[in-house]
């Protein structure tokens, strides 16, 4: 099962046979073909490239270009996994139309499968005119990044009986409109297994309890690269950002010293 290529479908299949869905980021050639080896169903090219990659703040200065640009390294690195392209800040909403052909140039253009978009049932039509254009969509609700502005930070969503309902109702309505996953970011792991049990889609959390059908985790988080704030719902499997700083410091060392290059690393 391990080299069957992952579509929208086959992850909506997965719900039904209570498979668990692995998804991570990722954002240039060589981890996506990693990440492929591994066996992981759903690669998220993330506007969390923003932080972790560019530098930003936060994932609102990302743009289309810079989007597609990761996209296309890492879709030529993927054989197996259903590669999935975020929506960056302001590239939906603006009108369906322009939304939709945002979307076509993430396919036509960098090789994506799908697409990721944030926000609940108010992008329900955008999200209905994208799918009808022959687009899978991966619906984002609960903490959704680009709405930090508005949400004033990073905070768990779904807190009290009308944010619950809220969100329940966001999760049918994203369904009605065609998605074919939902992201639950950032919620009371009671919760999201009520979404979870309450729509037909897979449910992928993060940060949002063991009882969604899948986990996402952004790849840097995992592997102990990232030296930003860390959520508490992350676990590092790994810690290469003090292995690269150790390699280094030795490298350094070793030039400084004249030790290398020796006669085993020369012509």
Not at 103 to 117: H, L, P, Q, S
Request: hydrophobic share 40%; proline share 3%.
């Amino acid at each position: 099962m391990k080299d069957t290529k992952v579509t929208a479908v086959s992850l909506q299949e997965m719900k039904g046979r209570a498979e668990k869905i692995v998804s991570l980021t990722a954002y240039d050639y060589y981890t996506s073909r990693i990440l492929n080896e591994a066996g992981v169903d759903m690669i998220l090219v993330g506007d969390s490239l923003g932080m972790v990659v560019l530098g930003y703040q936060n994932t609102l200065p990302v743009t289309m270009e810079e989007m597609l640009h990761h996209t296309r390294a890492v879709a030529r690195g993927n054989t197996r996994a259903l590669l999935v392209a975020d929506m960056p800040f302001m590239s939906v909403g603006v009108s369906s139309e322009e939304t939709v052909r945002n979307a076509g140039r993430f396919v036509k253009e960098a090789g994506a499968e799908a697409v990721k978009i944030e926000g609940g049932a108010e992008i329900g039509p955008h999200v209905e005119s994208v799918v009808r254009a022959g687009i899978p969509v991966l619906g984002h609700i609960g903490l959704t990044p680009q709405d930090v502005l508005v949400m004033g930070g990073y905070k768990v969503q779904g807190r009290g009986d009308k944010a619950e309902r809220k969100l329940l109702d966001d999760a049918r309505a994203l369904q009605e409109r065609g998605v074919f996953a939902l992201i639950l970011e950032c919620l009371p792991a009671t919760l999201a297994r009520k979404i979870t049990e309450s729509v037909l889609i897979p449910t992928i959390g993060i940060g949002a309890g063991l009882h969604c059908d899948g986990q996402i985790l952004v790849l840097h988080d995992i592997l102990g690269m990232y030296a930003g704030h860390k959520a508490r719902f992350v676990k590092a499997y790994a810690q290469l950002g003090e292995a690269m700083k150790e390699a280094v410091g030795i490298y350094f060392s070793e030039v400084r010293k004249g030790v290398y290059p020796d006669g085993d690393h020369s012509y």
